[in-house]
């Protein structure tokens, strides 16, 4: 479930990284820094419904948190990769 | 030196990690500078003289 | 160039207007950050009692509260001047942002650094995945990331913009977090932070040195970004001269 939830903002937030290093030789390792930050409040939240879920505790709270960050994430992000690779192509 | 009791070694290497830390950058900071003005010195230098 | 009537703020966004008005300002600005470090440093370290329960190591907090702040406010500052550019296309502000950049890093560094080195013998553990550490780790990698974009691009408008959207889209992910942790009670900081901000630093004999050294990291930092901002600004000229050479 919690991967469910977090899928999209991962994979928004690797296209932004991307975008920002398209064209860019041995880019890979800087994508990989760049996004790095990006996903740790992803992967936390995930981590922490996974563990919660697996103790059998309550998985609301972080769960919305997820939810929130991949919302927040995939509002925000298309529009900054837009304008990156408008700036990429000139 | 005050008494620093059974944690001298700690806060004095958190003082000393923090010291060389910015020592450090103030270091690297002030020799680029120097360096980078005399490069921008020596090409407009160029500039001038080639008209 | 329009002359502007009245002086405002922009007149030094002009390159040239930066580096004369910081030639004066930059060896005061130094002077009072070395005062104010070695006073508040030197204050908190030989002048003030130890603490109850931590004994000596709260002369830490003379480093780490003010390079926390510090850590935080580099990348504030950087927001603001990428905003400056993404609006205003002022060269002298996408500059700043830059020369601030490595400043914040350390800041952070050390925050990190000294905040281990006294978790230590505190509370037994180096680290915690605690949101305040994790944060702090998470602009660590931030700053490390803008640097290395700005160093990977060659066009200099280029890396400007997208040095800028970097940190915008960082800064919205920041507030993010900071609004989801506060709704989950965890974390080495809760008990630390009330015990030592609100008690102890009630305390004036601690408070007054802090502040004094908060004074100085500032000083610090604002000294170090004129200098480097001056340094980037004659880079960036060296630059251009040299590919005007080449073409002609």
Known sequence: MSLLLGTPALSVIGTFGAALTVGLKRGGLLLSLLVLPLYVPTLIFGAEVARRGMVGLETTVPMLMLAGITCGAIALLPFASAAVLRVNLR | MPDLGKYADTVLAAYAVSLVLILGLVLISVIRSTRVKKQLEAVDKKVKSDG | ?248
């Open chain 3, 1 to 248: 160039m329009k002359e502007p009537r009245v002086t405002s703020l922009w007149t030094y966004a002009n390159p040239k207007k930066f580096i004369e008005t910081t030639d004066k300002l930059l060896p005061w600005v130094a002077m009072l950050a070395l005062i104010c470090l070695v006073t508040g440093l030197i204050w908190g370290f030989f002048f003030t009692p130890d603490d109850y329960r931590q004994g000596a190591t709260v002369k830490i907090i003379y480093i780490h509260v003010p390079s926390a702040l510090m850590a935080i406010n580099a990348w504030l500052m950087m927001l603001v001047a990428s905003l400056v550019w993404i609006v205003r296309r002022h060269h002298v502000s996408a500059l700043a942002a830059r020369a601030a950049a490595p400043v914040g890093l350390v800041m952070t560094l050390i925050a990190l650094a000294t905040g281990a080195i006294w978790g230590q013998p505190m509370w037994g553990t180096w680290w915690a995945w605690d949101p305040r550490l994790t944060s702090f780790l998470v602009l660590t990698l931030f700053y490390f990331g803008y640097i290395a974009l700005w160093a990977a691009i060659e066009n200099d408008d280029t890396a400007a913009d997208l040095t800028s959207i970097l940190c915008l889209v960082g800064s919205v992910f920041a507030v993010l977090s900071r609004y989801a942790v506060n709704f989950w009670n965890q974390g080495l900081h809760q008990g630390a932070s009330l015990s030592l901000d609100e008690k102890e630093n009630v305390a004036d004999v601690f408070y007054h040195p802090l502040l004094v050294s908060i004074a100085g990291f500032v000083l610090l930092f604002i000294a170090l970004v004129l200098l480097r901002t001056r340094t980037e600004i004659r880079a960036r000229r060296t630059r251009a001269l040299l590919a005007r050479e080449r073409m002609n």
